[in-house]
């Protein structure tokens, strides 16, 4: 169990790894399937959001920064209490601002204005929404809805019959950067913002990579002869909950997506009933895919503003 700690006061750390045996004790019971609360994300993102992490009581409060402004997260079974939020109401003043928390469910969003009224504005995140899908879906790929994405996979394992899957491991992290550098090569190399994104995610990445064990992070990658052509890594965010953190492939080779995407479901612990596949950034061909593979429901998100007295 979480240790208990002053609940008087909120008490900032920077996050490292070491803290996730103590902050997982606290995500992965507490039902959230936020892809913001699995470790690795929180870890290999620390240097662009510089990360804090306050335990209170059984709960988790991250205090961090968003494009210029000091924010919060709170990974909590329920509703965070009144006391906490006046807690991070006056954090928040500290440095002369209003408490914004974010990421809240629409339920979770909905009890905060109720408790508070007159102070909260919320604001919905729908680009920010994750993707839940069920597993067993994804690795059976039965019916109508998901016969364009058997015949991807049918027709890679038809033209690829040397094709293999291998669990990823710290040696394989060279043949990931690859695949990194052959997909990026395919993408639109004069979108600025873009750019910027793509390489804070491969910075994310290496984090990771470098951290690979420590991390608890499960993987799998894609062969075809003797070239990796895909590969993708994630870990839980609750007990019967994934989150795939990374996917990339050689988009040159045609169905590599499909395949790890079903291979990798494939391989999972039956243990996981849900796939957390994360949001799609508001980018319009990502959002038509993640919708293509049917997911069992959005994860709602709003930015909740909070007044301070």
């Known amino acids: 169990m979480v240790n208990i700690c002053d609940t008087s006061r909120l008490t900032f750390h920077a996050l490292t790894v070491e803290d996730r045996k103590t902050l997982q004790e606290v995500t992965l019971r507490s039902g959230r399937r936020n892809c913001n609360f699995t470790f690795a994300n929180l870890i290999g993102w620390q240097f662009w959001f510089n990360t804090e ?29 009144m006391q906490l939020l006046e807690l991070m ?71 690829h019959a040397d094709f293999r899957y291998c669990d990823l491991e710290p040696s394989l992290l060279g043949e990931c950067r690859e695949v990194v550098r052959r997909w990026r090569d395919e993408v639109d190399s004069e979108n600025h913002e873009y750019n910027i994104m793509a390489n804070a995610e491969q910075q994310a990445m290496e984090t990771v ?18 070239k990796m052509v895909a590969f993708t890594y994630g870990s839980a965010v609750t007990y019967d909950t994934f989150d795939v953190c990374v ?18 479901a494939a391989h ?23 919708l293509s593979y049917r997911p069992q429901f959005l994860l709602s998100y709003n930015n909740v503003i909070i007044r301070c007295q």
């Open 268 to 290: 999972l612990p039956e243990q996981y009933v849900y796939l957390n596949r994360e949001e799609d950034m508001g980018l319009e061909g990502l959002r038509k895919s993640k």
């Open 209 to 226: 990579f470098g951290h690979w064990d420590e991390l608890g992070v499960r993987g799998g990658c894609i062969y075809v002869g003797e």
């Open 247 to 264: 996917e990339k492939a050689d988009r040159t080779v045609d169905g590599a997506f499909n395949i790890i995407n079903q291979q990798f």
């Open 89 to 159: 109401c006056e954090d928040a003043a500290t440095v002369g601002t209003h408490l914004l928390v974010m990421c809240l469910e629409n339920e979770v969003a909905a009890k905060v204005e109720e408790m508070m009224p007159g102070r909260v504005s919320v604001k919905p995140r729908r680009n920010q929404y994750d993707y839940i899908y069920l597993r067993k879906e994804l690795v059976e790929l039965k019916g109508k809805d998901f016969k364009a994405k058997r015949n991807h996979v049918n027709k890679f394992l038809s033209e």
């Open 53 to 81: 992490l306050c335990i209170w009581g059984d709960m988790a409060v991250f205090r961090f920064n968003m494009e210029g402004r000091r924010a919060y997260m709170v990974c909590a079974a329920g509703v965070p209490p």
